[in-house]
């Protein structure tokens, strides 16, 4: 028999440390293909212990090892959110540096030098060799110094650190992508108010001997259609996902210039576009075509008959993928599961795989919740979707009478979603003795176009009643005390937090990371790449996004709330958080502010990971008034008399 302890207030083996370790994140997966040996792999690694600095690694035989130290970091700030910051041949590493934006080279002897102008104001993204001409291929971003926004180019970078424009007037590109032998080179673009995942357009140019790129020309312009990835295979056939048909499958150039749909899934072959460098498609030497497809939050791995079009999906005993890059005829992605954290593994074309790196992992002997997909009905007749974590402990139980408090966690985007891969966070509260429902609101990615599209008009509505319903459903199964319902998100999910705890009395507290609290201003003062993303989501009348502002009706908001804030963050700026402090400060609501000075748009550092989450755990456990938890860290919650 299990010791009985209140829910809630558990001792737990996963620390706050765990959750910083898990911090890790491995990205722009690459392959040096010089050689006979099929290339080398490559990869960018988030280091939280190293206050949240990025390396370039790199395979050797088995071992990885890092090619750059500190100061240097990997990091692009193009639109912000960056990716696609490294590229490599011959022993050769490109990367974009991120304390100057310029573009750096490592040679095979690990010598350093700036390749572009340390002090031009100009950042490079989705880095792309040419082996054929020895130079980048990039999208760049410059002040423009008349209208204050950057603008955005596709160039080529040679190697005296000439910067070429290739393409410009669109506001966005992204995706260079070049044929074998590089005569060819398309890329992606779009205009506001489309974001990537709306509307897209694929663009091409010739490369002529001498190595001189010729003229765009459009390849598909669409009215209303999301294109992501165009890849190349190995006899130079383009190949491109698009949500034609709802979904995002992927498509095949035609002799007479169209595409014409090679896959017919119902799930998804791509993913929003936020950052740069994404791959959820490659071609092996040979031309076989391995792909990753997600549905109802299910990531699979599986290769795709490119006669008939056919997923087959792979049996591997992971659900989640992200990243897919081919060496001669094996793959390496990003893995996970439910029992296992993000980790670079490569698949073997005989069916092994071995890992190349991992976070650190939670203690072995820790029990871990298992999520359990869950859909429930919502307003106007809809389905919502979300993974729901039953609290779990391998040395405590709780009394039969209880029903443990819930946590609803709302991703960012609002255009993301949530995935079963091991996620330490989630685990640090389920052991602890809380639920989880991580929510897939409409307007969540992987459910089709139709579904990600259902929020459009509808933020601040549609999200904050998939939350409110999804409680319902949980309560009327008795899996959850609706008394003890606790909210907490980020960025747009932050969003969500604020909006629920204005406008609803579904939960008894929040935690909002570097929310919006005031959409007028987010408008104002967001950066260009997100500047019309509320034309879609909510529009641009002044009423409107007053009445979904919580800022505009703070005076509803009655529950206590923790603000955790960047100081640095410029696309959700410090000034969205202080405001909300300061008015529910002066209407006298329970609030707790932690502002970080060194942090952007999400946290890296390990230290100010371990105190948001370490300040959250305070915050719920003193206002819900959970008994018999003494390891806290102080925390301050002004209007607060200490009652549960």
Request: proline fraction near 5%; aromatic fraction near 10%.
């Amino acid at each position: 028999m299990k010791p009985i302890r209140a829910y809630g207030s558990w001792p737990s083996s996963i620390s706050a440390a765990h959750v910083a370790a898990a911090g890790r994140k491995f990205a722009d997966l690459t392959v040096d293909t010089a050689g006979d040996d099929g290339g080398t792999l490559l990869w960018v690694e988030a280091r939280p212990e190293e206050g949240g600095r990025s390396t370039i690694v790199r395979n050797d035989d088995g071992a990885p090892v890092s090619l750059i130290d500190a100061p240097m970091s990997v990091a692009s700030s193009v639109y912000e959110y960056g990716g696609g910051a490294i590229a490599a041949h011959g022993g050769f590493v490109w990367f974009v540096n991120g304390s100057d934006q310029a573009i750096w080279q490592r040679d095979p002897e690990g010598e350093l030098a700036a390749i572009t102008d340390v002090e031009a104001d100009l950042r490079f993204a989705d880095l792309q060799y040419d082996r054929r001409f020895g130079r980048l291929i990039a999208i760049a971003e410059t002040l423009d110094e008349a209208t204050h926004e950057p603008v955005a180019r596709l160039v080529a970078v040679h190697r005296d650190g000439r910067v070429e424009t290739l393409a410009e007037g669109h506001d966005f590109y992204a995706s260079p992508r070049l044929s074998p032998g590089s005569q060819r080179l398309v890329w992606l673009a779009w205009n506001h108010p489309h974001m990537p995942w709306d509307v897209t357009e694929l663009w091409a140019a010739d490369i002529a001997d001498d190595g001189t790129i010729g003229a765009a020309a459009p390849l598909w312009q669409p009215d209303d259609v999301s294109l992501f990835g165009p890849v190349f295979d190995p006899d130079g056939v383009l190949h491109i996902v698009a949500d034609v048909d709802n979904w995002w499958n992927i498509h095949v150039e035609q002799a007479d210039g169209g595409f014409a749909r090679l896959t017919n899934e119902a799930a998804e072959f791509a993913v929003p576009q936020w950052v740069f460098g994404q791959s959820t498609y490659a071609f092996t030497a040979s031309g076989r075509l391995f792909a990753l497809a997600t549905h109802d939050g299910i990531w699979e791995l599986g290769e795709v008959d490119r006669e008939t079009g056919r997923f087959r999906t792979l049996r591997q005993d992971f659900d989640f993928y992200e990243q897919i890059v081919a060496l001669d005829e094996a793959v390496a992605v990003v893995a996970a599961n439910p029992a296992r954290a993000k980790h670079v593994r490569l698949f073997h074309a005989d069916g092994s795989t071995e890992i190349l790196q991992a976070a650190d992992s939670l203690p072995a002997d820790v029990a871990l919740s298992r999520p359990e997909s869950v859909s429930w009905a919502t307003a106007d007749g809809s389905q919502a979707h979300g993974l729901f974590y039953a609290p779990v402990s391998e040395s405590y139980g709780a009394p039969e009478t209880e029903r443990p408090p819930v946590i609803l966690k709302c991703h960012g985007g609002p255009t993301g979603a949530t995935n079963t891969a091991l996620d330490a966070r989630i685990q640090y509260w389920t052991s602890r003795g809380y639920a989880v429902l991580d929510v897939n609101y409409r307007g969540s990615t992987g459910y089709g176009r139709a579904y990600r599209q259902a929020l459009a008009g509808a933020w601040g509505i549609a999200d904050v009643a998939d939350c409110e319903y999804g409680v319902a459903h949980l309560a009327e199964a008795d899996r959850i005390d609706i008394d003890r319902v606790l909210i907490s998100g980020s960025s747009a999910g932050g969003y969500t937090v604020l909006s629920v705890l204005t406008f609803t009395d579904l939960a008894a507290a929040g935690a909002s990371y570097y929310g919006i609290g005031d959409l007028k201003r987010l408008l104002a003062s967001t950066h260009k790449f997100e500047s019309r993303y509320l034309d879609r989501l909510i529009g641009t009348d002044t009423a409107t996004l007053e009445a979904r502002s919580p800022l505009y009706h703070a005076e509803q908001l009655s529950c206590p709330v923790l603000f955790l804030q960047g100081m640095r963050d410029k696309v959700v700026p410090p000034d969205q958080a202080e405001s909300m402090v300061a008015a529910l400060r002066e209407s006298g609501v329970a609030v707790a502010y932690v502002a970080f000075e060194s942090e952007r748009h999400g946290f890296r550092d390990a230290d100010n990971i371990m105190t948001a989450i370490e300040a959250e755990r305070t915050f719920y456990t003193r206002v819900l008034g959970i008994a018999e938890v003494d390891d806290l860290e102080p925390l301050t919650i002004e209007n607060f008399d200490g009652g549960g």
